[in-house]
């Protein structure tokens, strides 16, 4: 069976709460949830898919055009994003007009919260909604069986599907399936399906980086993020160390652990570090990590382990809007952990946000203070933005002055022209972009900071894109 995975070309921007200077075409990272669904295609279902990657290929769509032309695949699948949903859209119809007989299958996030909208889009024949690796490999053989008779019926047993019912037109959503409980029962990503040689992460240490993903939900609750209080599972490190090896062996020696809280199982952290360190592999990692699941036991672990980096969500210098967010961190914790961190050799990123409803611009101030007093290594400053189906977004379509449903109406009728709105009543959208623009250029316009980089490069394609970057952080934001 002829199974195709695309990833589309960016043409559709949707500026989002990062800044446009960072947030355009920074680098190219595999994506996972397609190499999960892959690899478990592999393992369980016997098939042998194909990824193309139009970022990481450098692929237009006439050139998309060409090879469906050519490949006429039974079904193509899409990991879809909100912000790409338009992109995806755009090689659907492409699809449709070269092979009408193609199938095509939406999945994802966006599908996962819009089930129904997505699977009205006459160009969208199926759409797998929650964790797909399962879901798609059963609809995949049920394909591949070229069932006939009563195929209504046999869709209608697969959990996590949506499909339309082929008598009447009729969309259908199935029931949800159960988040997967063991992820050492998945197969490894299908890492071999693509070229690591073409995938970069602008600010790590080695020329090649590969990304892997060891846990999936956060318990935490803060409001603006789309996973709060979801079920936290993890994988062994057993299961993870073989995946680290393979990728070594494939030439791979830094990673980015992109779990949201990697360090939230002590237990597991310690016993993954000690198998890192019992087997002497010589690689280099960095993690995500909340303020107040660290300690200088598991830092200095971490250190001798191979990390090099720790992302901490910091969010703001005020406590008044931390506790707004509901992050459940102090100031506090946040000056000690930084401290620690830092004195254990492990660098720093630190994330901030900024246009935190009821924030002001003093508020601001506070939060570019802490910064300058913790000096990390990196910091990112993003836009307060209420992204669909958090809390932040419910609360604001109750106690804003709009109560349209305005993400709603995109995921319906989705237009190249939709603005992200922001919550701040105090100051407005184009100032908070100033804001944010000159608080990154401040701190990376720092001779030490620019030298460091230019020291760390390791080829030249990674000293190309932090060129890139740095140009236009330096310059004015254009009105």
């Not at 690899?39 to 369980?44: A, D, I, N, T, V």
């Not at 935190?356 to 611009?361: A, C, K, L, Q």
């Not at 993400?407 to 319906?412: E, N, P, Y």
């Not at 980089?453 to 009105?479: D, H, V």
């Amino acid at each position: 069976m002829n199974i195709l995975f695309i990833v589309p070309p960016e043409k559709h921007y949707i500026e989002s709460y990062v800044t446009k200077k960072l947030d355009k075409r920074r680098e190219f990272r595999q994506k996972l949830g397609i190499l999960y669904v892959a690899g478990y295609l592999k393992k369980f279902g016997g098939h042998n898919p194909e990824i193309i990657d139009s970022l990481a290929d450098g692929l237009n769509k006439d050139d998309l055009r060409e090879i469906i032309k050519k490949k006429k695949p039974d079904i193509v699948g899409f990991s879809v994003l909100t912000f790409n949903l338009l992109d995806c859209l755009d090689v659907a119809r492409i699809i449709r007009d070269v092979s009408p007989i193609t199938k095509i299958c939406f999945g994802g996030f966006h599908p996962t919260i819009y089930p129904k909208e997505t699977l009205n889009f006459p160009e969208v024949d199926f759409i797998v909604f929650g964790e797909g690796e399962i879901t798609f490999n059963e609809l995949i053989n049920l394909i591949a069986k070229k069932c006939v008779e009563d195929l209504d019926t046999k869709l209608s047993s697969i959990e996590g599907l949506g499909w339309k019912n082929n008598k009447n037109g009729l969309t259908i959503i199935n029931p949800a399936r159960k988040a997967v409980a063991n992820l050492d029962e998945l197969a490894m990503p299908a890492h071999d399906l693509i070229d690591l040689k073409k995938y970069t992460v602008v600010l790590a240490n080695d020329a090649k980086v590969a990304s892997i993903q060891t846990s999936r939900g956060c318990p935490s609750k803060c409001t603006f993020c789309d996973i709060r209080l979801t079920r936290y599972r993890y994988r062994s490190a057993e299961n993870v160390l073989s995946e680290i090896k393979y990728l070594r062996s494939r030439g791979i020696n830094e990673f980015f652990i992109i779990d949201d809280t990697f360090t939230i199982n002590r237990k597991r952290i310690f016993k993954l570090c000690n198998l890192l360190i019992d087997e002497n592999l010589g690689i280099k990692f960095k993690i995500s990590s909340r303020i107040d699941r660290v300690d200088n036991e598991m830092l200095n672990i971490l250190k001798k382990a191979g990390c090099y980096r720790i992302h901490y969500g910091i969010e703001s210098g005020s406590q008044r809007l931390l506790d707004y967010l509901e992050k459940g961190i102090t100031l506090e914790q946040i000056r000690l952990a930084i401290n620690n961190t830092k004195k254990a050799g492990i660098e720093v990123f630190a994330y901030l946000m900024i246009g935190i409803p009821t924030e002001t611009v003093d508020d601001i101030k506070k939060t570019m203070d802490l910064v300058l007093e913790l000096k990390p290594a990196h910091v990112n400053y993003s836009i307060c933005t209420p992204f669909p189906k958090t809390v932040l977004y419910e609360r604001s379509l109750v106690q804003g002055s709009s109560s349209e449903d305005y993400w709603l109406q995109f995921a319906i009728k989705p237009s190249a022209d939709f603005k992200i709105r922001t919550l701040n009543e105090n100051i407005s959208s184009e100032e908070l972009r100033n804001l944010q623009d000159r608080a990154l250029r401040s701190f990376y316009s720092s001779p030490y900071i620019i030298l460091r980089e230019i020291i760390k490069t390791r080829s030249l394609k990674q000293l190309y894109t932090k060129f890139k970057i740095g140009i236009r952080l330096l310059m004015p934001r254009a009105n």
